[in-house]
């Protein structure tokens, strides 16, 4: 099948770079976005305006389009499905599947191998007050559906903090309670898969939050050679696992003796990715429109170190000073309005590279 036209799901700061990839590649793209003027729309070649989960949009997309993706993963899986019929979508339906749910999820990677924090299901307050007395009355009480950024989530540091109405004040909804895991830093790592089969890795980057949203990325992570393997290899069991086609990102913990601990996964281009743009030979974004599109995956080389920082809320103010730098590549997103936590852009820092 030849591909000519690209669907993108989800009009973001993701969505918008990978038109812009598509657009090097000489791919047309057509975004679904219920919001008109989105950052996506501002480069892709047409906006469908409505609901993710529109019947009638969705066929349209699927009519109007060779193969369909998307920029984040709460796509409704129905919706996935629904394309499915119609159009090859990548990453598959299953990957959201199990992504949106944190339960599934952990269950998910530990079926593969891919070791986590230890968990518990929460579906009631004395469900909660079992798995804290498990877990030493510690651990991070979060959503199992939905919340990001540090959103959805209550933290117990000790035995003294009362979880009397912590079920109620997340929404009464299921949750699950993680234990704490005494990691040393975090790092992710981006992975892509084609049809075909073949896994291309970026390095591992070293990721520091702020108020529970990605900060920094630094290239080269402080890991091991064998710590870096592991993490390889985990993202590749998981790729095969979900035959998956696309790019990931998936999170880490890492322990003081280099033992990974799996954190999270997100099926797609991941934010602390973007430094791949600047750094590489290839981006993510390139990446991930090859793969979907059923081209080679390119060279995933880094050629230079590099510090990605996000822009978020005010944090745009700081744009002429890094303006003003060497070596620094900015992206900005196309957001007109600042408000705290938004991530309006990001700026890569480049070095010299330590690989020689």
Known sequence: MTVRTIGIIGGGQLGRMLAMAAARLN??????????????????N???????????????LAARCDVVTYEFENVPVSAAEALQRSVPVHPPAKALEVAQDRLTEKRFLNGCGIE??????????????????????????????????????RV???PED????????LGSVPLILESFVPFDREISIIAARSGDGTVSCYDPAENVHRNGILHTSTLPARISGET????????????????YVGVIGMEFFVLADGVLIANEIAPRVHNSGHWTEAA???????????????????????HSDCVMTNLIGDDILDLPGWLKKKDV?????????????????HVTELKTSSQG
């Open 329 to 345: 590549f900015v992206h900005l997103y196309g957001k007109t309005e600042s408000r705290p936590g938004r991530k309006m852009g």
């Open 280 to 302: 590489c030979i290839v981006s993510q974004f390139e990446q991930h429109i090859r793969a979907v599109a059923g081209l080679p995956l390119g060279n995933p080389h880094r």
């Open 27 to 44: 791919f047309r793209t057509i975004i679904l976005e219920p919001q008109e003027d989105c950052p996506a729309a501002q480069v892709a």
């Open 228 to 243: 870096a393997s592991v993490a390889r290899e985990s993202a590749e069991k998981l790729l095969a696992a979900l035959d």
């Open 156 to 158: 117990f540091r000790s």
């Open 162 to 169: 009362d979880p009397a109405g912590a079920f109620e004040a």
């Open 116 to 153: 986590t924090a230890r968990f518990h299901a929460v579906d009631s307050q004395e469900d909660l007050e079992a798995a804290l007395a498990d877990f030493g009355g510690k651990g991070v009480l979060k959503t199992r559906r939905l919340g990001y950024d540090g959103k959805g989530q």
């Open 46 to 60: 047409t906006q469908i305006t409505a609901a993710y989960d529109d019947p009638a949009a969705l066929a349209e």
